[in-house]
């Protein structure tokens, strides 16, 4: 088994004062094998709490997200295709989902983790993350989303790869 922490947007202070505590509080160091980061981390506080939790982190740079029209599915699933690669983790929309490429593979979006909103958003979002358990060729995904400062609704789905 291997876990994989699958966060972005945070946006840290600017968007979003703070990473909500409850995730903090579910979020152990040594628990996840690899954190990969959609970017908009926003300040060196934000990476070093990634690092504190897990010694693999992979981080994409924020700047980069606007090469795709990422509210576009048939984008997606074909740049997951061109890639060759089963899973695609994509950020900058943050909105949290998976889609299941009709080829095989997922396209992952971890949301925002601090609810931070986008400048063309009239509500903010919900803060999200993934957690995405690797057994073989199956893909188990855990979605965390704050639904209020108490309650964190979790979905899980499976995803079998070819």
């Not at 795709?68 to 989902?97: F, M, N």
């Not at 889609?99 to 593979?105: H, K």
């Not at 063309?120 to 057994?135: N, R, T």
Request: aromatic letters at 6%; hydrophobic letters at 40%; glycine letters at 8%.
């Amino acid at each position: 088994m291997v876990l994989v922490l699958i966060i972005g947007d945070l946006h840290v202070p600017h968007r979003s004062p703070v990473f909500p505590p409850r995730f903090k509080n579910l979020l152990a160091p040594r628990k996840v094998q690899y954190i990969f980061c959609t970017g908009n981390l926003c300040t060196r506080e934000m990476e070093e709490y990634l690092r504190s939790l897990c010694s693999e982190v992979h981080i994409a740079q924020g700047d980069m997200d606007e090469v795709l029209p990422w509210y576009e599915e048939t984008a997606l699933i074909a740049l997951q295709r061109d890639l060759g690669v089963d899973v695609l983790v994509v950020g900058h929309s943050h909105k949290i989902g998976t889609i299941e490429c009709p080829g095989g593979g997922i396209i992952i979006n971890p949301g925002t983790a601090t609810g931070a909103p986008r400048v063309i958003d009239l509500e903010a979002p919900k803060p999200s993350f993934v957690l995405m358990d690797i057994q073989g060729r199956k893909l188990v995904t855990y979605t965390y989303t704050l639904e209020n400062e108490d309650d964190i609704k979790v979905d899980r789905s499976i995803v079998q790869l070819k």
